[in-house]
């Protein structure tokens, strides 16, 4: 029987060219994939069809938008992962439930490999196959322009060469991933980190200088979990969707960074997550109100290692899972109401409600009302400061 | 021989009232101190003679504003110190260094306790008296306001019965507690968590909505340490103020959250912090060029325990010292210029320039001059998630 | 009504003397509760007709071994838990299901106080008062001992002036905390840290360099829970009473450390804890064998942490529940058997077998049957040595 | 030009046929560099002969032990270095030494690249690759094991056809690399890791469970470093080989483990490190004297990293300097003495003395002369509980 590759299909130029370059590179028959993670663009239909057009012996598209949502940028969310302080994850967040989709595809139509279109130097060549050997460690992986050296040039030959039905004229000078959590840019003159980003470069946002109206939101949440905005009811990828519009209107969420990638190098990135970054903001101080300090401080460091694991490709990972466990216990009480304010690239809270509040108005107030015991500080302070006072007898004399 | 009391003092209502309260609860001589930390308001003479036309038998002030600068707010911005992620350790950062003049007047005047205006719900009190048990375990510490029930009521009876030198009449809304590195305030209605602040809270930034130009900043730093604006060489603290003035004037810097005390309970803060906020972000986006990509991730973990640490008052701790060992040589290639535009609330980078950078532009680019051989990637892959991989086998079996 | 106060009572002199001493202090009725956690001694009846005969109101006895055994020593297994890398914090894994038990009778009889036998200067004062705060936070602490001035001369003349039913001569050397996880002996001889201990203070182990046969022991776990030794089916308490009996007969599980208390002070402490030091070290090598290496490695730290918090009196903690969850989701694969030679004072794994493995005998071996692929190995060092290699390009230049 | 190659010589059969197979494989000239880490064995001069008889160009030997104790194993005993809790780090510390030591003869002879004999499972070819990279990014590193399928087998068909001076016929069944810090030992039998390890196995140990006379042994430090055995001073080096001579007579220092190797899989390893285990014994007691709580709970989590560090052949990174930073810092005073008994495979500090203690007598004694203010406790204990306090009466409802 003919060899079966699954090859995870965007539409564009460089997958409709794979269909039929790992066709000519490996004899095998390849199924297209098309996972919708909310990055819009074309009709899934239309993208199937031209799966098939190109060569295809099977396509599949999924909308796994609500998926997405609620089992890879919830958690997310949860842990307030922000790579390197700052990154919320979009890409590294989607490669595993594609990756999921492709596995599923691979055991229903019994493929033996996965092929995918990264490079030989990004993360997402990692997320692709630790992802994959971590579902289905019997497959193989393949990427045609890292593995069969297929440059953008002869993608373009071999495009007009079989006369495939897609558009090889225009080159737009961004490498772009988008999702619904966010979007990623990377372009030729930004890999002078001295240059600054234009205006041209996002889609998410509007520009954050332009004078326009303030807009309030107030966002609930249940056990961590986004479920009402203005105190609508909403699933979480409708929370994201219309936080990208509000916060993205707002020119919320742009980053521009040097970033740390697996392979070893440093990357200049621009982002867009409105949506990910107004939610991150609410769900961040609704912790600071029902979280104790001692978890609150350790979470912190689980959220970091969290936001490592899975920009590094460690999603379906043992310690990930582990990590999960802590994580969901510690948003049990993320219980409440944040209200912020997004104006001009800013999304500051400036309210909070909480019948899950571990904010005691009498112990905190300095008014009327006060139940502090302060005659409990003296002993306090004296034990508490008690081993750096021993030791700076000794460090003094 | 009458014994002698330190004063930590402001030249406020309260601590001067502190003068004749402390005499009269303990037959001691006061001796205030003054520290100039860059607070602003009154000239340090005139606070000086207040203190003695209060009845202090000695009065000394000092400025300590490069030292403040160079000591305390310096390696809080090679730590990127921000407790909770957000609150750049404003008044934590000051007390260790008023604690060390508090201290060497002690011993100049052969004072046998340190007194300090603080309450006995809050940070400060921890800080102070765990610092001079620090430097000077044989001295005693006494907090009027919490060991002699000194409330504001009395304080005001008191200074108009003995017709103390100083205002009692207007009665500010507002507890503030400020220096150069930023501005604490807390106030009645904003108790009430769900209340937001007034534009009257602020002092040191402007409204971050009302249109301006932007205000485009260059800042070199070496090792670390700032030590250019705009190409012009600074000192630490020229750097700040400078910062404060033109990051101020664009609104940044401002924070509202709800806080986890020392002493267990949560409270809510208001700060403004321009220019260590501004200073912070282009710090960190230089480290993000310089820093190794090991040492950074670690270097987060160890960033969050030392502002824990400062904010808990252990600045004179001996796992501070040994975390000062490790920032400072992880600062060691923190060199070059970042620009920065500042703006509408916003201080964001937009580029960088390094002699140091670990940036390198032929292993990043996907143009001409690629260097990065992605043929080593797909051993790399396998390897790196190797251990994922044969988990998995075991976990789906 | 008169006020009740629940005492945790032993038996001892001490705490038969409190019963007294609370009800002169405080007027209230006394309630005793003695919860047995396996530390051998008289008869619960005895104790529980003894408490009564010195005054209490109602004496209630719990045999709560196989509770302390499952609910508080397992997870302490789970967590690997040794405090500063040694003592598997037996006390300190006491104290909570006691007060779990001081709470139930405080609720039961209508107490609004707790009473325990502690001094002011160790760490169980607080793992008995944080933990009742936490559990009951309506209910007040008071400790005779270090609230009443209640010392053991005083106590000896109260219990001989009052014709107390409980010995007052024979004044042991040793002050001493036992239950089934081990046992705790301070003494002052060993105040001085020079001085070695004695074997007279040896209770659980005999000398363990006494010549005799080693014994070779196979424990069975599943999922972490240690169900079987030498494939007899065991409960948790079953497993550790026989290896405190077969470890202890082997002089395993002795400790001698100088160790941190919560109160700021170092203290020496001596501890046994044969069958705890058994299990652990079995767990661990098991673990080795079954946990995904960066897992393993993240668990290290998180069990530092979970003895850290316990040690410190946080049983019921926010933080230690959230730990917990990271905890069970790590143990989930911990099944299998290790075999282990008890002897001389060492407990030594030598065989590990599971159906949970993850060393895989064809990727280790160097022999024939060898399925590792070297040739990958080139890439990856290439790739996980980058970072390393650009900063040393830049150091070195 | 004729390339040269610099290969990492030992005088064994591998890599003495290494020096043939390079130059055929390559056409390059090699240059053997031997280095005695304190392996035992042969004379280096011996060695070198045998180097320059096989084909060597040029040999060199060097006395690295000193530098290897001072440099690379002091730093581990400072760290008290231990991967995964047990393994001293041998074969993983004197990796980089001897990486120097090829560096510098690279940088003599004007070689482009450097060999060295390891497989392509082990974490030796990382070790040596990473550090080679990282000392000279600018040389190559060849493995002719992993590189040219340079078998065993095919090895000593090479030495036959050849004639090289070197045995080919006694197979030793085990797998060997030791040093002055410990002893590496992996042999097929142990693959099967239900099997227990024989005596026959072990070289720098006698067997714990033979009966013999303790030995009673006093170790000074200063900083950090030990300088003197019962009195007598020492080097490191000498520290290090007399407790070999006295811990291995007693059988102390053997492991046997499954350990997670950096490249993925689960190895079995047998270790034997009496000076090791001995000195790091010893040093941890004094450090829980000497060392302030809150940095002796910071420093074992640095711990664990830089062993995982080192073990993973990032000798050389930034990380690592800037952990020694902190390390380094942290034993400024451990400086005192420490007195152990050597007896049946254990080593068991029972007794410490130092001026520079934190353990304070009249703090700890519950005897006459007790200086703890017990009455500060109640206060402590109130706020320290408080924010677990808080979060009870919220969960509790």
Redesign the interface.
């Known amino acids: 029987m003919t060899e079966r590759v699954v090859l995870a299909y965007s539409g564009g130029l460089d997958t409709s060219v794979c269909i039929g370059w790992i066709a000519e590179e490996t004899g095998a028959e390849v199924i297209a994939v098309a996972v919708d993670v909310g990055q819009g663009g074309e009709d899934l239909d239309v993208i199937r069809q031209r799966a098939l057009d190109c060569g295809a012996v099977e396509a599949e598209v999924a909308d796994a938008r609500d998926e997405f949502a609620d089992e890879y940028c919830l958690p997310a969310l949860k842990a307030n992962a922000l790579y390197?302080?700052q990154y919320p994850l979009v890409s590294a967040l989607s490669r595993p439930v594609i990756v999921k989709h492709l596995v599923a595809a691979a055991k229903k139509h019994g493929a033996t490999t996965v092929a995918h279109g990264c490079?030989?130097?990004g993360n997402d060549?990692?997320r692709f196959?630790?992802g994959i050997?971590?579902?289905?460690?019997e497959l193989k992986?393949i990427a045609p322009v890292?593995?069969y050296a297929m440059t953008r040039d002869k993608a373009i030959a071999f495009a007009e060469a079989k006369g495939l039905p897609i558009a090889t004229t225009k080159k737009s000078p961004y490498?772009i991933d988008q999702n619904v959590f966010g979007r990623a840019v990377?372009t030729?003159f930004l890999?002078?980190?001295?240059?600054?980003?234009i205006e041209d470069v996002y889609e998410y946002t509007q520009n954050?200088?332009t004078?326009r109206e303030?807009d309030e939101v107030v966002i609930t949440f249940e056990a961590g979990v986004p479920v009402a905005i203005d105190g609508r009811k909403v699933t979480v990828l409708q929370a994201i969707e219309e936080l990208n519009k509000r916060a993205g209107g707002q020119g919320i969420g742009?980053l521009?960074?040097?970033?740390?990638r697996?392979?070893?190098?440093?990357?200049?990135e621009i982002y867009e997550a409105p949506g990910a970054i107004a939610l991150i903001t609410a769900h961040?101080?609704l912790e600071?109100?029902t979280?104790?300090?001692?978890?609150?401080?350790?979470?912190?460091?689980v959220e970091?290692?969290w936001a490592?694991?899975v920009y590094d490709?460690?999603w379906?990972?043992?310690?990930k899972?582990?990590?999960?466990?802590?994580v969901?216990?510690?948003n049990q009480?993320v219980t409440g109401e944040i209200?912020m304010v997004l104006?001009?690239?800013?999304a500051?809270?400036?309210?909070?409600?909480s019948a899950?509040?571990?904010?005691?108005?009498n112990?905190?107030?300095?008014?009327t009302g006060?139940t502090?015991?302060?005659?409990?500080?003296?002993?306090?302070?004296?034990?508490?400061?008690?081993?750096?006072?021993?030791?700076?007898?000794?460090?003094?004399a």
């Open positions: 390197q302080g490079t030989g130097k060549q990692v196959e630790v050997q971590s579902l289905a460690p992986c890292r593995d490498s990377e030729g890999e002078d980190i001295w240059n600054a980003p954050p200088a004078p303030a742009r521009d960074m040097v970033e740390d697996l392979v070893g190098i440093k990357s200049r961040q101080a600071n109100v979280v104790e300090r001692e978890l609150a401080r350790y979470k912190r460091q970091q290692r490592e694991l490709g460690l379906f990972s043992p310690l899972r582990a990590l999960d466990g802590f969901n216990e510690a009480h209200r104006h001009g690239g800013r500051v809270v400036n309210g909070r409600k899950q509040s571990l904010y005691d108005f112990l905190a107030t300095y008014d006060d502090f015991d302060q005659s409990m500080s003296k002993g306090f302070i004296e034990i508490f400061g008690m081993s750096s006072k021993i030791a700076a007898r000794r460090d003094l």
